[in-house]
């Protein structure tokens, strides 16, 4: 990855040590392309966060299915989104002291956040702004010369 790469697009098997590998992976992306050290950490906090929930509640017991993640770099804002191929699951009216904590988390770090289940899954869409760099600035005078 080098740092014009403005997306970045993953399929994965939905597993624990594939949503923190994601995590990691999202990271280096946001590094790579420049964002904020305060955006990059929230983007990656809200996207394991929507990841976890995945993992844990998308698929039956011991079923494999998807998790995608797809982030890009539009402008002044960044777009990241997590979805699977499950059956959402409404959250408990009380989850305990363990869970239910992950989606308020995701609306609290994203400036927007939507969340959107459907027949064929659910796909959360995040958005965080992104001022300007003068890095950034620079290249994109360059390549739209």
Avoid: F, K
């Amino acid at each position: 990855m080098h740092a014009g790469d403005q997306r970045l697009h993953r399929l994965v098997t939905a597993r624990s040590r594939n949503a923190t590998t994601l995590r990691h992976v999202l990271t280096q992306w946001a590094n790579a392309v420049e964002l904020p050290d305060a955006t990059t950490d929230a983007m990656a906090l809200a996207a394991y966060e929507a990841m976890i929930n995945v993992v844990t509640h998308a698929y039956p017991a011991r079923a494999d299915g998807p998790l995608e993640l797809s982030a890009e770099l539009r402008g002044n804002a960044v777009d990241v989104t997590v979805s699977d191929q499950g059956r959402w699951q409404p959250p408990a009216a009380d989850p305990g002291p363990l869970h239910g904590r992950g989606l308020p988390l995701i609306h609290a770090l994203s400036d927007r956040a939507e969340i959107a289940p459907g027949p064929e899954g659910t796909t959360v869409r995040m958005r965080w702004p992104v001022p300007p760099t003068p890095v950034r600035l620079r290249r994109e005078t360059a390549q739209a010369r």
